[in-house]
Structure formats: C-alpha cells, structure tokens
C-alpha cells in the first residue's frame, strides 16, 4: 500500500521556538493531505486539511496563525508550530489518501512526538 | 454531524479468549464506518471498513465487524486473541468511503492480552 513518512520522529524544543514537521507520500501523489494532533492516551483531532497549490482548512478551534501548513508540493506538506509552550506538547500524525486497490483510504504517517520544554 | 463513542477504554481478555471492542455512531447521513489500529508511538493502519455493502465486514489479523443500522453500532471481534493483538484500537465514522473525508474517531480502546 501507499506509504506516508513523517520527519522528525521525535522532537524536544524550548518554549518561544518554532519547529516544522514534514509529511512526504514516498510512492504516490496527495493533492490532500490531513494533519491530526493526539493527546496522550486520547485520540486524534483533525487540525487541518492541507491542500496543495491553496490554503488549509483548519477546523473550528485550531489557530492558523499558530500552526502553519504549507503544501509545497505533491508529495510534501509541513506542519510548523510557532512560538510553542508545554500544552503544545502532543503527537503529531498526518494522512493522506491513496489507493487501496481500487478505492481511496488515508494513509497514516508513523507520527511525530513533539515535546516542548 | 457525526459523532463516534466506543465503550470502554480499556479491555482485557486472555490469550486465546474473544475479543469484542465496542462502537456507536452517530450521522446524520448513511455513516461509512471503520476500524484502525494503533501500536505504541505509531500511525494508524486500517484493519477493516464498511462502505455500505455487506454488513459483515472481514478485515486484516482475524479481525471482522458487524453493521447494525438499528442499533447505531459496529462493534470489533475477533475469535481469539493473539498476545500481538495488544494495542489501541479506534473506530471512526466518515460521510464518505473515499479518502479525502474527514474522519471523525472515537476516543479508543486500548486492548491488553495476557498469557
């Protein structure tokens, strides 16, 4: 099946500072591609939906300004966190479609652990 | 609007034993439902899907799912448990089967096996 990679696996910043997570469909082209955050032990929230060549559409409650997505290509989208504090400590997950035989289902990326000190 | 509640957080059964993972959904349209599995600092990988065929839905590792219209359900089972088997489980609803929907999920299970 298609596959999805994300980078970094881990990360452990400092308050104040950004970091950027990138999400590549290694064998498969994504227009889409989605941006989930996990909260320890709970489950995925959808943050976002990365369009390529346009802007995301975050869902109700996700500030833009704060979390920046860019899909700079076909095959890439990136997640930066600005300015982040400690409750922006999460795992960061993100799909994207393709195909599955002959129909379309998300494929997840392994996930990044984002740990703000 | 949809909506996914599955029903305990934790469950654990012994190696060989049933497992039964639980899930209610909630849409306002006909719900395209499925079932992902999530080992420890990992994505998710789908185990199954219902599209609106049969209701019976067999999936990956043994794993199969019922649609139950009346009773706004689509629970996980699997005849018997494999120690592998351990992980979080999470159901989810979407409008569509395609994968440009968004998918709405539960807050999950986690399954324990023990020997």
């Known amino acids: 099946g298609a596959v999805v990679s994300q980078h970094p696996s881990r990360v452990i910043c400092k308050s104040g500072t950004s970091v950027k997570i990138e999400c590549r469909s290694l064998d498969f082209q994504a227009t889409t591609m989605f941006w989930y955050r996990q909260f320890p032990k709970q489950s995925l929230m959808l943050m976002a939906t990365s369009n390529e060549g346009s802007k995301a559409t975050y869902e109700q409650g996700v500030e833009k300004d704060k979390f920046l997505i860019n899909h700079a290509s076909l095959t890439l989208s990136t997640l930066t966190v600005t300015s982040a504090h400690p409750e922006d400590s999460s795992f960061y997950i993100c799909s994207a479609p393709g195909l599955a035989g002959e129909r379309y289902e998300q494929f997840f990326g392994p996930g990044t652990r984002l740990t703000v000190l | 609007a949809q909506s996914v509640t599955q029903l305990g957080s934790h469950v654990s059964v012994s190696e060989g034993a049933l497992v039964l993972l639980r899930c209610n959904y909630s849409?306002?349209?006909?719900?395209?439902l499925f079932w992902y599995v999530q080992y420890p600092n990992q994505g998710l990988q789908l185990l199954l899907k219902y599209t609106s065929a049969a209701t019976l839905v067999k999936g990956i590792n043994g794993f199969e799912a019922e649609f139950k219209k009346s009773e706004t359900s689509f629970h996980l089972t699997k005849p018997s448990a494999h120690m592998s088997d351990a992980a979080e489980y999470f159901c989810a609803v979407s409008e569509a089967a395609g994968g440009y929907n968004k998918l709405i999920f539960g807050a999950g299970t986690r399954l324990a096996v023990h020997p």
């Open positions: 849409s306002s349209v006909p719900p395209y």
